[in-house]
Each structure stands twice: as structure tokens, then as C-alpha cells.
T-cell receptor, first 114, second 118 residues
Framework: KQEVTQIPAALSVPEGENLVLNCSFTDSAIYNLQWFRQDPGKGLTSLLLIQSSQREQTSGRLNASLDKSSGRSTLYIAASQPGDSATYLCAVPNSGGSNYKLTFGKGTLLTVNP | KAGVTQTPRYLIKTRGQQVTLSCSPISGHRSVSWYQQTPGQGLQFLFEYFSETQRNKGNFPGRFSGRQFSNSRSEMNVSTLELGDSALYLC?????????????????FGPGTRLTVL
């Protein structure tokens, strides 16, 4: 059974700081890994999706890396801003190939202080 | 292109009642998934539909059910509501890439329906 863990559970940083969020998964037979952002009481916004054949994906100030062999992914946020404050979730599809189901980590609550 | 829409956005029900939530996927998306989000359990998969067929189901009791219509819109129903059913219910849609999954497109989530059971 796939399990996804995110560390830290919460992070508070001053504006302008670069930061790294971590995600680990137990079953390395994944097709991709997706990072989401969730604002309080809202739905999820997809940030980046990394296919299993890729090592990195970049979008603006965000950079996500994937190391399948070690079961890890990181989300790097450069020059953080107060608007980046949100919960960040990583998710992987269920292993087995034919299942359409995401297993999520519990998320990292990020607070960027002005 | 319109995003995933969910109605209603907020619901308050009492124990024992039933509720129906609706989800309209992005145009052209044929796969619709439902998730329950609670502070204690986080996001948990409920079920997934494609072409009006339920392909996957999570570990939830039979009180939770769903269906998908020919236009890909989906509904989920919870009968005999319990206090523990209070949660944010999220719907997600994605394109279908055909055959056994080798490539899975991005999941796009709706804003959710906040259900409160009193």
C-alpha cells in the first residue's frame, strides 16, 4: 500500500527566503508525482506534475525534483512571498497501472511572513 | 476554458439525512474522481468514474455512492449522514489517455463542497 509522507508539517519563513519542501513515498513504482497548493477552505491547484522519466520540472519560482529510486521528491520555492502562504500537498497515483487514484501526503503548511 | 465546478459550495445537514453533491468536469475530461478531506485523515479517495462506470472505489462504507452521466457530470450521494461525514468533498477531473495507464494527465480539482453534519 502506497504511503506518502511530507516533512515538515509546518514551516514559517521570512519573505525572500528560499525553501524546500519534502515528500517521500514508499512504493517507487509510480508513473508520476504531482504537487498541489491549497489555500484555506479552498480546492487544490496543481503546481507541477513530474513524469517518472523526468528528474525535474520548473514553473516560475517553483522547481520540483523526483528521485524514484529513493522514493523522494522536493519542491523548491525561490524568493518566497507572502502570497505563497498555503498548504502544499504532494500526491502519487496508485501503483498497479490501471487505477485512477491519488494518494496524498498530509501536506506542509507554509507561512511566509512579510 | 471553465474549470471544474461543484455545487453546492456549502451544505448543512443533520444526522440521518442524505445529501447529493454535484460535479461538472472540465469540458472534454471524461474521468471524474471524488475525495474526502478532513483535518484528521487528510485527503482520501472515494471513487472514480469514467464513461459512466465506476472503475475504482476507496475504503468507504456503502453509504457513499456516486454516478456519472453521459455528459461526464458526476454526483455523489451520502445516505444516513453521520457526524464524521463532515468534511470538504473535492471533485477532480482529468483527460483519459487510453489503454492501461502509462501516462496520467494532471488532475484538476474543483473548489469543493463543505458539508457540515449537525
Amino acid at each position: 500500500k502506497q504511503e506518502v509522507t511530507q516533512i515538515p508539517a509546518a514551516l514559517s519563513v521570512p519573505e525572500g527566503e528560499n525553501l524546500v519542501l519534502n515528500c517521500s513515498f514508499t512504493d517507487s513504482a509510480i508513473y508520476n508525482l504531482q504537487w498541489f497548493r491549497q489555500d484555506p477552505g479552498k480546492g487544490l491547484t496543481s503546481l507541477l506534475l513530474i513524469q517518472s522519466s523526468q528528474r525535474e520540472q520548473t514553473s516560475g519560482r517553483l522547481n520540483a525534483s523526483l528521485d524514484k529510486s529513493s522514493g523522494r521528491s522536493t519542491l523548491y520555492i525561490a524568493a518566497s512571498q507572502p502570497g505563497d502562504s498555503a498548504t502544499y500537498l504532494c500526491a502519487v497515483p496508485n501503483s498497479g497501472g490501471s487505477n485512477y487514484k491519488l494518494t496524498f501526503g498530509k501536506g506542509t503548511l507554509l507561512t511566509v511572513n512579510p | 476554458k471553465a474549470g471544474v465546478t461543484q455545487t453546492p459550495r456549502y451544505l448543512i445537514k443533520t444526522r440521518g439525512q442524505q445529501v447529493t453533491l454535484s460535479c461538472s468536469p472540465i469540458s472534454g475530461h471524461r474521468s471524474v474522481s471524488w475525495y474526502q478531506q478532513t483535518p484528521g485523515q487528510g485527503l482520501q479517495f472515494l471513487f472514480e468514474y469514467f464513461s459512466e462506470t465506476q472503475r475504482n472505489k476507496g475504503n468507504f462504507p456503502g453509504r457513499f455512492s456516486g454516478r456519472q452521466f453521459s455528459n461526464s457530470r458526476s454526483e455523489m450521494n451520502v445516505s444516513t449522514l453521520e457526524l464524521g461525514d463532515s468534511a470538504l468533498y473535492l471533485c477532480a477531473s482529468s483527460r483519459y489517455s487510453g489503454g492501461t495507464i502509462l501516462y496520467w494527465d494532471t488532475q484538476y480539482f474543483g473548489p469543493g463542497t463543505r458539508l457540515t453534519v449537525l
